[in-house]
């Protein structure tokens, strides 16, 4: 597959993803507005005071789905806004954090909790975002569909302090390192992170001891 | 009469409180399953005319949901919800015996004509 189709696929998905969200949160906004036309009617003409609690809930429910859908929407409009310069000088954590605020519903469908090891210096690097977020996405995706985890899966993902390199790291799985590296590297999507990451001028390695995978952004 | 015995099933639980306090006040009994494992334990222990499915749910999906739900009660009607712009997740459903589905946000009294029809 080309790189615009990878590209256009990958966008899908995320954005696919992140306005199913959107759709939750209106939908529990226009319940709660229903519901407190629903109280109203019922209580018309008559004394408010009892059901004062009732609609006071409904506000606070309606306020904060208002919130969660400012994040989802701001969320979503960075992550457009990454497709603006082809190479940029970019802060590596910051980008991987608002990345994984965008995916981190998609990774939960999955039993997939995510968690970021932040350095105390983070690094900058001149990369192509939209690359780069691709293969944060693959490498979550390899991880999370190769642990054969019947549980909860857990990645952690570790900056090195003024490294621009990234690893992603699996907290355990029902194989034995060996099979889960197997498997990893004959799959599909390890193929596309290798592909991504030598258009991008990135390098993928399996990490030596534990379930995990680094990336070097240069 | 008796009253119609409803489960709604969503991750989004203030979701399907709100919902549930609404089909209350609109005469039914509701209960709520904030995943598929509950409520399928629910739907073993208790009597429900209607289930009110979410398709997306972290854990056990929505369709997986569905097809324990028919293993269970062949003829327990359950009314699918989406969030999705395309109705394929929908379709699936009905192939696995869905009775109908509806995209979210909801328009409650389309919700009450499809409980009322999957009742008759």
């Given amino acids: 597959m080309d790189s615009l189709s990878n590209k256009a696929g990958f966008f899908g998905k995320v954005t696919a993803s992140t306005t199913h969200e959107q759709q939750n949160v209106f939908a529990i906004i226009k319940e709660n507005s229903g519901l407190m036309e629903d109280i109203l009617l019922i209580h018309k003409g008559g004394d408010l005071s009892d059901i004062e609690e009732k609609l006071k809930k409904c506000i606070t429910s309606v306020k904060n789905q208002a919130i969660r859908g400012v994040g989802v929407t701001s969320g979503l409009?960075?992550?457009a806004h990454t497709t603006d310069n082809i190479e940029n000088s970019v802060n590596v954590l910051e980008l991987t954090k608002k990345f994984i605020v965008v995916t981190e519903r998609m990774f939960k469908q999955k039993n997939v909790t995510i968690t970021i090891s932040e350095p105390e210096q983070s690094s900058q690097a001149l990369i192509d975002p939209v690359f780069f977020q691709m293969v944060v996405f693959l490498c979550l995706e390899c991880l999370a569909e190769h642990s054969e985890n019947t549980g909860h899966t857990f990645i952690?993902?570790?900056?090195?302090?003024?490294?621009?390199?990234?690893?992603?790291?699996?907290?355990?799985?029902?194989?034995?390192?060996n099979d889960y590296r197997d498997k990893m590297t004959s799959s599909t999507q390890w193929e596309e992170i290798l592909n991504l990451c030598r258009q991008?001028?990135?390098?993928a390695?399996?990490?030596?001891?534990?379930?995990?995978i680094t990336i070097c952004l240069k | 009469m008796d009253k119609v015995n409803i489960l709604l099933i969503d991750d989004e639980i203030e979701f399907i409180e709100t919902l549930s306090e609404r089909l209350e006040l609109r005469g039914y009994n509701s209960e709520i399953a904030e995943d598929g494992e509950t409520g399928i334990s629910m739907i073993t222990t208790k009597d429900f005319?209607?289930?009110?499915?979410?398709l997306m749910m972290p854990g056990l999906s929505g369709l997986d949901t569905l097809r324990q739900i028919k293993a269970i009660d062949k003829k327990l009607p359950v009314i699918l919800l989406t969030g999705h712009g395309s109705?394929?997740?929908?379709?699936?459903?009905?192939?696995?015996?869905a009775f109908d589905f509806l995209m979210k946000p909801l328009d409650i009294n389309k919700l009450i004509e499809k409980i009322q029809l999957a009742l008759k």
């Avoid at chain 1, 952690?156 to 390192?177: A, V, W």
């Avoid at chain 1, 991008?200 to 390098?203: I, L, V, Y």
């Avoid at chain 1, 390695?205 to 995990?212: F, R």
């Fill in chain 1, 77 to 79: 409009n960075y992550f």
């Fill in chain 1, 205 to 212: 390695k399996i990490v030596a001891d534990v379930l995990g």
């Fill in chain 1, 156 to 177: 952690e993902i570790r900056f090195l302090d003024n490294m621009p390199d990234i690893t992603f790291l699996c907290n355990e799985s029902s194989l034995s390192q």
């Fill in chain 2, 49 to 54: 005319d209607v289930v009110i499915l979410d």
């Fill in chain 2, 87 to 97: 109705t394929k997740d929908g379709m699936e459903g009905m192939q696995l015996g």
């Fill in chain 1, 200 to 203: 991008a001028n990135f390098t």
